[in-house]
């Protein structure tokens, strides 16, 4: 029985028994896809407070270290870093809202689920692309 | 129910379950992210204006005592809610007892770490400290 895909390996448990099916087995239902990008986005959020400490203490400390972080940020790769910075928050703050949503007790029908799943996504997109797009105009703005 | 109830009545009305915690985990992810909602499109309003702006315009934005008060809550409930957050996807994909309560002690201090610092740079500008 130890060829069993899946089988628990030589650890305590028995060999053989099943496992639930779940990551490899099935389709990913867009529920499941938006509460991985939950916590994905989350992760990424946290990662997103260091830059956040860093560029507060560049400003504290004066123009030299926050020539620093601007140089940095203002390249392209510090771009692709803002914006998707942009987009996990954007799109954690509306998945968030759907859950606090749920907590109330609404929205839990499979239909209305799946529908709120596709909308957090469309407009995340939409909302950070949307910020992000002021904030190069903003940019372009000034340095004229 | 055939099997003896082994939950005592007094264990039953606390509420607080075998972590002696109860739902305060649960609690408190939800309040901060409510807290976090206005907070952090203040956040993003107030960065955007200041997309390439001069390392002073920045400082005296902070210096300005209602984004300072602002600015220190976000950062408070940011640490906060990253902190319990990351707990709870630790406590969900680490189950080897020393590397998962290794990882809950980082995680608690690294988030309170990056909040000081953050903190500490805010009071300087808030105090006009350069």
């Not at chain 1, 029908?109 to 910020?131: N, W």
């Amino acid at each position: 029985m130890s060829d069993i895909p899946n089988s628990p390996g030589p650890s305590g448990r028995p060999y053989g028994r099943p496992l639930s099916p779940h990551l490899q087995i099935y389709r990913w239902p867009i529920t499941m896809i938006a509460s991985i990008t939950h916590r994905a986005t989350g992760i990424a959020l946290a990662a997103g407070y260091v830059l956040l400490a860093w560029w507060l203490i560049a400003t504290a400390l004066g123009p030299d270290a926050y020539d620093v972080f601007a140089r940095l940020s203002g390249n392209i790769i510090g771009e692709i870093v803002l914006f998707g910075f942009l987009w996990s928050l954007s799109y954690h703050l509306l998945n968030g809202i759907r859950h606090l949503v749920w907590d109330i007790g609404y929205g839990f029908r499979v239909p209305t689920a799946q529908l709120t799943a596709a909308l957090v996504f469309v407009f995340s997109l939409l909302l950070a692309a949307g910020v992000f797009a002021v904030g190069l105009m903003v940019k372009a703005g000034l340095s004229v | 129910m055939t099997q003896p109830r082994i939950r005592t009545p007094l264990g039953k009305i606390e509420g607080l379950g075998s972590a002696r915690a109860g739902t305060h985990h649960f609690w408190a992810l939800r309040v901060s992210s409510v807290a976090l909602i206005p907070l952090s499109i203040w956040f993003v309003a107030s960065a955007l204006a200041y997309v390439g702006a001069e390392q002073g315009a920045v400082a005296a934005y902070f210096a300005e005592p209602i984004n300072a008060v602002l600015m220190f809550l976000f950062i408070v409930a940011c640490a906060y809610h990253t902190s319990l957050g990351l707990q709870t996807i630790i406590e969900d994909y680490f189950h080897q007892e020393s590397l998962k309560i290794t990882l809950l002690i980082l995680n608690r201090f690294a988030c309170w770490i990056v909040a000081t610092v953050a903190g500490y740079a805010l009071i300087r500008m808030a105090f006009g400290v350069h």
